[in-house]
């Protein structure tokens, strides 16, 4: 799949548990581990003593800034030279209009293929699922909750541990 060369984030899918107790989270946990084969580095247990929990509910900075970069390069060049074939193809077409001026229409095909493939690349990189999680985790949190948290990298991974949790917690939000 194209995307996969272009977005660098490893874990992309999350599942987030909501329980009253941080006893009940970490059982729930085993029973995940055991149940599913889910590994342990992929789950957490948060809750909102932790100082550090926002950067357990997104542990990839680095990478999701390095994916906006690298998004945005690629299908921005991608566009362009889209754009330019556009525009040579009408001009060897004989289009009145390119064939009129070519270097201005050719290059102003060239400036809409880039914003066209920025757009595609703003959209690819948008992680609005991530938002809702994360806004519904830190409300969790902030009212005493637990959060039990699974960075899933596959979405068969996403759909066991939801399946999994969903008897077990009070409530289970997340990406599948």
């Given at each position: 799949m194209f995307t996969s060369h272009i977005v660098e984030e490893k874990k992309v899918r999350k599942v987030e548990a909501i329980?009253?107790?941080?006893?009940?989270?970490?059982?729930?946990?085993k029973y995940l581990?055991?149940?599913?084969?889910?590994?342990?580095?992929h789950v957490q247990v948060i809750d909102g003593a932790d100082p550090s929990y926002e950067k357990k509910l997104e542990p990839e900075p680095q990478l999701i800034r390095r994916t906006l970069w690298r998004t945005h390069g690629v299908?921005?060049?991608?566009?362009?030279?889209?754009?330019?074939?556009?525009?040579?193809?009408?001009?060897?077409?004989?289009?009145?209009?390119?064939v009129a001026n070519p270097a201005l229409a050719i290059a102003t095909l060239a400036f809409f293929g880039?914003?066209?493939?920025?757009?595609?690349?703003g959209v690819m990189s948008l992680k609005p699922q991530h938002d809702a999680v994360n806004m519904d985790a830190v409300?969790?949190?902030?009212?005493?909750?637990?959060?039990?948290?699974?960075?899933?990298?596959?979405?068969?991974?996403?759909?066991?541990?939801?399946?999994?949790?969903?008897?077990?917690?009070q409530k289970v939000n997340g990406e599948v």
């Open positions: 329980f009253a107790a941080r006893q009940e989270a970490e059982q729930a946990v581990i055991s149940e599913t084969g889910i590994p342990l580095q299908l921005g060049l991608a566009g362009i030279i889209l754009g330019l074939l556009l525009g040579l193809g009408l001009a060897i077409a004989g289009v009145g209009a390119v880039a914003m066209l493939g920025l757009i595609a690349a409300q969790n949190l902030n009212e005493g909750k637990v959060l039990v948290l699974v960075m899933a990298e596959a979405s068969e991974e996403a759909k066991r541990a939801k399946a999994c949790l969903k008897p077990l917690a």
